[in-house]
């Protein structure tokens, strides 16, 4: 396994500019419930009645059911070491840019500035009606809550049904043609278009780093089967080893 880290850490180094890939599995280790994994939310409740933005705009009270808790308790999660390895990469001149399917705002809050959050962000809450913006945890009480205007209250993430912001999918796609090297950390690679963005970088020549307790991407250069908060923070160590 030392040698493994050591090579792709040469790899990183070398194959440059990187681009990272993050889902749900790396913020799983930040006690935030995964969604299709074993356990995850989507086994709890349908997405399609309390995830999808036709229900939503019908009866908004059922989204925030089963986000509202998260939203009201923001500040409480953090950040994990997979996190700030990536935010290290990041600072080293390593990774260029960061592109993850997760709506916490975990990257942002470890230090990552590149970001590409292609689902949104759950901290970012937005007013239907006269587009005031709260930030969590700081909003209005109430089930659902909503704006000192009246207005309804809607989390700045893509629900089902919606498209994704045309200027985020354009940015990742931009950035997984043009890396030279692609973290792929935490996801099963099967929700769209994300899922596609390995092979993009595949295709146009990108060293593919997959980082995973269960290996997802089958044309992977190289695979990691540990959480990323043991691997990430040991490629750094064997980058600034051999820096």
Avoid at 80 to 100: D, K, P, Q, S
Avoid at 132 to 152: H, K, T
Wanted: with cysteine.
């Amino acid at each position: 396994m030392e040698a493994l880290y050591k090579e792709i850490a040469a790899v990183l180094k070398e194959a440059k500019p990187c681009v990272a890939l993050t889902g749900a599995g790396i913020s799983a280790e930040s006690g935030i419930p995964t969604f299709r994994s074993k356990g995850g939310l989507w086994e709890k409740y349908d997405p399609m009645v309390y995830a999808s933005i036709e229900v939503f705009r019908q009866d908004p009270s059922k989204y925030w059911l089963i986000r509202g808790e998260f939203i009201r308790d923001y500040d409480r999660y953090q950040p994990n070491a997979g996190h700030y390895a990536l935010a290290a990469l990041e600072e080293m001149g390593v990774l260029r840019h960061l592109i993850t399917q997760n709506i916490d705002g975990l990257h942002k809050k470890a230090g990552s500035r590149q970001v590409t959050e292609i689902h949104g962000s759950l901290r970012e809450i937005n007013c239907l009606s006269c587009g005031r913006q709260y930030l969590a945890p700081d909003i209005p009480a109430g089930d659902p809550p909503c704006c000192e205007c009246g207005g309804v209250l809607k989390p700045n993430t893509v629900l089902f049904g919606e498209q994704l912001p045309p200027e985020a999918l354009e940015t990742a796609c931009r950035e997984a043609s043009t890396c030279k090297s692609m973290l792929v950390i935490g996801t099963a690679a099967v929700v769209q278009p994300a899922a596609s963005l390995p092979s993009l970088a595949k295709q146009n020549g990108a060293v593919i780093i997959e980082v995973n307790p269960e290996k997802a991407f089958p044309d992977a250069d190289y695979c990691i089967t540990e959480k990323a908060g043991t691997a990430l923070p040991l490629i750094v160590d064997h980058i600034m080893m051999n820096t």
